[in-house]
C-alpha cells in the first residue's frame, strides 16, 4: 500500500496530525491569553526586571533567589490557572473527537484503496457517513472498559482499608484479574472499526462483528495479533535508537508515515479479506525522485500560484514576531547566552541534525493539514509560533539571538512560512466546501496537493537543519565571541 499508493494514502495519515493540530489550539490561546493578561497587569514585567537586576550565571537552579521566586509564583493567580485549565479542557475533548474522526478517514481511505477507489476522495466521503458510528463505538469501549475495571479498583482499595496485608493481596489478584478483563475487551472490539466501513453497519452491528471475528477466524486473529505485536516490538526498537541518538522526533515521524499505515492496511484488508490490485510502479529510486523533486516543483507552484496566502501568512507571523518582542523587549534583560556555543550540539551532532528536521517538517505538516478548519488553526499556529520567537528575542542578547537564528533562520523562517500559506490556502477550500461550494473531489484534490508541497518542505528543512546543527554554532561563537 506505502509502495503503489503512498500519495492515496499518505495525505490522509498527515491530515490527522491536522486534525489534532486543531485540538490544541484551545491551549495555544489559553497561552497567549495568559501571556497577555500578566504583561498587561505588569506581573512579566516585575520578573523580567528582577532578572534584569541579577547575574544568572550564579544562580543555583534548584534554588533561586527570593525574588526571583516571589516573582514566579505572582504570574500563577486564579484566573490564570482556570484559563490554563479550561484550554486544557477543551483541547482534551477536541482530542476525544480528533482521534474518533482520524480513524474513521484513514480506515474510510483504506478500504477505498482495497475497492480501486481514491483513497483521499473515500476518506472525506466515507468519514461524513459514518464517523458517529465510530465515536458511537469509542464510547461503548471506554464505557466497558470502566466496568471490568472501576468496580474491582474501588474493592481492592476496600479492601486494603479494612483488611491490611491481605487486602493488598487481594488487589493485586484482582489487578490481574481486571487486566485479564482489559485483554478480553479490547479483542472483543478489536474489529469494530473495520466492520464499519467494510460492511456499512452501525455501532451495535460493528460491535456484533467484531465479537464474532476471533470465533469466526481464529487463524486471522492470532495473526493479527502477532503483526500487532511486531509492529509494537518495533515501534519500541525505534523509539530506543531514537532516543539514543537524540532524535526523538523520528519516533513519531515513523510511527505516522510507516507504522500506522502497515498495521491498519494489514488488519483492514484481513477483514475485508482483499488485498490491493495489482499496481505497476517504478523503482524506489525513480519514486524517491517523483516524490520530492516533484515536491519541489510543486512548491514552486504553489508559491506562483498562491501569493496572497503566502504574504498574509508572513505578516501574521511577523505580527507575532513584533508583538512577543514588544512584550519583553521593553523591560531589556539581555540576557547572556550560558555556555560554550561553538559545542552546544557536540562535535558530531548527527542526531540533533536529524531531529530538527523532522520537528520543522512535522511542524509544517500541523500548521497546513489543520488549516482544514477554515484557516483558524494555522493563523493560530503562526501568531503563537511568532510570539514566542519575539518574546525571546526580547530578553536575550540581541547579537547573541540574532547570530544563533539568523545562519539557518533564512531558510527555516520562509519554509514554516510557507507551511502556513498552505494550511490558509486549505482553510479558503475547507471553507467552501462547507459551504457547498466545492465537492469531495475538490477538497481530495487540495488535500493532494498540500501533500506534494510538504513534501517540497522536506529539502528546506534538511537545509536548515543542516546548517542549524553543524554551522550556527560556530558561526555564533565568532560572532559573539
Known amino acids: 500500500m506505502l509502495s503503489e ?28 491569553a495568559a501571556l497577555a493578561l500578566i504583561s498587561i497587569d505588569g506581573r512579566l514585567g516585575d520578573l523580567l526586571t528582577t532578572l534584569k537586576d541579577i547575574d544568572l550565571s550564579t544562580i543555583d537552579s534548584q534554588s533561586p533567589p527570593p525574588e526571583v521566586t516571589k516573582a514566579m509564583e505572582s504570574l500563577i493567580s486564579p484566573e490564570i490557572v ?20 482520524a480513524r474513521a478517514t484513514v480506515l474510510n ?22 464517523w458517529l458510528s465510530f465515536l458511537g463505538v469509542r464510547f461503548l469501549l471506554f464505557g466497558a472498559l470502566a466496568v471490568v475495571t472501576v468496580p474491582i479498583g474501588i474493592l481492592g482499595l476496600g479492601l486494603i ?38 460492511d456499512d453497519v452501525g455501532t451495535a452491528g460493528a460491535i456484533r462483528q467484531s465479537v464474532k471475528f476471533p470465533f469466526r477466524r481464529p487463524g486471522a486473529f492470532v495473526g493479527y495479533i502477532a503483526v500487532a505485536l511486531g509492529v509494537g516490538v518495533i ?38 479479506e482483499r488485498d490491493l490490485s495489482a499496481h505497476e510502479t517504478p ?44 512584550t519583553t523587549a521593553p523591560y531589556g534583560p539581555s540576557l547572556p547566552v550560558q555556555g560554550e556555543i561553538s559545542n552546544v550540539f557536540g562535535s558530531l551532532p548527527v542526531g540533533t541534525f536529524v531531529n530538527l528536521a523532522v520537528n520543522n517538517w512535522l511542524v509544517a505538516v500541523d500548521t497546513a493539514y489543520s488549516g482544514v478548519a477554515v484557516g483558524v488553526p494555522s493563523v493560530v499556529n503562526l501568531v503563537f509560533n511568532g510570539v514566542l520567537i519575539g518574546a525571546l528575542g526580547g530578553v536575550f542578547d540581541p547579537t547573541a539571538f540574532t547570530a544563533l537564528v539568523a545562519p539557518h533562520g533564512i531558510i527555516e523562517v520562509p519554509a514554516l512560512v510557507l507551511g502556513g500559506g498552505l494550511g490558509l490556502w486549505l482553510g479558503g477550500v475547507g471553507y467552501r466546501t462547507a459551504r457547498g461550494q ?33 554551522l550556527t554554532p560556530a558561526i555564533a561563537s565568532v560572532i559573539v565571541g
Open 5 to 32: 499508493r503512498s500519495a492515496s494514502v499518505l495525505p490522509v495519515y498527515l491530515l490527522t496530525t491536522g486534525l489534532f493540530g486543531i485540538a490544541r489550539i484551545p491551549i495555544m490561546l489559553a497561552g497567549l
Open 82 to 101: 482556570l484559563l490554563l485549565l479550561g484550554g486544557v479542557l477543551i483541547s482534551l475533548i477536541l482530542a476525544f473527537v480528533a482521534s474518533v474522526l
Open 109 to 130: 481511505a483504506i478500504v477505498g484503496l482495497l475497492r480501486d477507489e481514491d483513497g483521499v476522495r473515500a476518506a472525506i466521503v466515507g468519514t461524513r457517513e459514518n
Open 161 to 198: 482499608a479494612v483488611a491490611g496485608a491481605v487486602g493488598v493481596v487481594g488487589m493485586v489478584l484482582g489487578g490481574l484479574f481486571s487486566l485479564l478483563l482489559v485483554l478480553i475487551v479490547l479483542a472483543l472490539f478489536a474489529f469494530t472499526e473495520q466492520a464499519i466501513v467494510v
Open 235 to 272: 515501534g519500541t526498537v525505534v523509539l530506543t535508537a531514537a532516543s539514543f541518538s537524540e532524535a526523538p522526533r523520528v519516533t513519531a515521524l515513523v510511527g505516522l508515515v510507516l507504522l500506522r499505515p502497515v498495521l491498519d492496511g494489514f488488519k483492514t484488508a484481513l477483514y475485508a
Open 283 to 326: 523503482s524506489l529510486g525513480n519514486r524517491g525522485w517523483q516524490a520530492f523533486g516533484g515536491g519541489l516543483r510543486a512548491l514552486g507552484a504553489f508559491v506562483r500560484d498562491h501569493p496572497l496566502a503566502n504574504a498574509a501568512s508572513a505578516v501574521i507571523f511577523g505580527a507575532g514576531i513584533v508583538g512577543g518582542w514588544a
Open 438 to 470: 466545492t465537492d469531495a473531489d475538490g477538497l481530495a484534490a487540495a488535500l493532494r496537493r498540500t501533500y506534494r508541497v510538504l513534501l517540497g518542505l522536506v529539502t528546506l528543512f534538511v537545509v536548515a537543519a543542516f546548517i542549524e546543527a553543524f
